[in-house]
């Protein structure tokens, strides 16, 4: 299943893919899907109408404004591609 830490926001009308993790304090804006398997660091946000592949990695603090293709960490303000997520 999920996992949804405290102090998270969360929007209307986002999915969530199976074994993904949100950490405290982020904030998911409205109609964002979060593929399977992701991980959402600390204290960042996802912007309205994002949409997040399999197995992407937000780091802590980041703010995505853009779609992430499945497989990549991202990280910073704006979240930019970082690197692929290791295996």
């Not at 969530?16 to 204290?43: F, K």
């Not at 197995?55 to 704006?78: E, F, I």
């Amino acid at each position: 299943g999920c996992k949804i830490n405290d102090f998270a926001h969360i929007g209307n009308s986002v999915t969530v893919g199976l074994n993904s993790m949100i950490m405290a304090h982020t904030d998911i804006s409205a109609r964002v899907s979060i593929g399977e398997r992701c991980w959402i660091g600390q204290s960042s946000a996802i912007i309205q109408a994002v949409q997040l592949g399999d197995n992407v990695q937000v780091a802590a603090g980041s703010v995505v404004v853009k779609d992430v293709p499945a497989g990549y960490v991202v990280r910073g303000v704006p979240a930019e591609l970082w690197r692929l997520r290791p295996e």
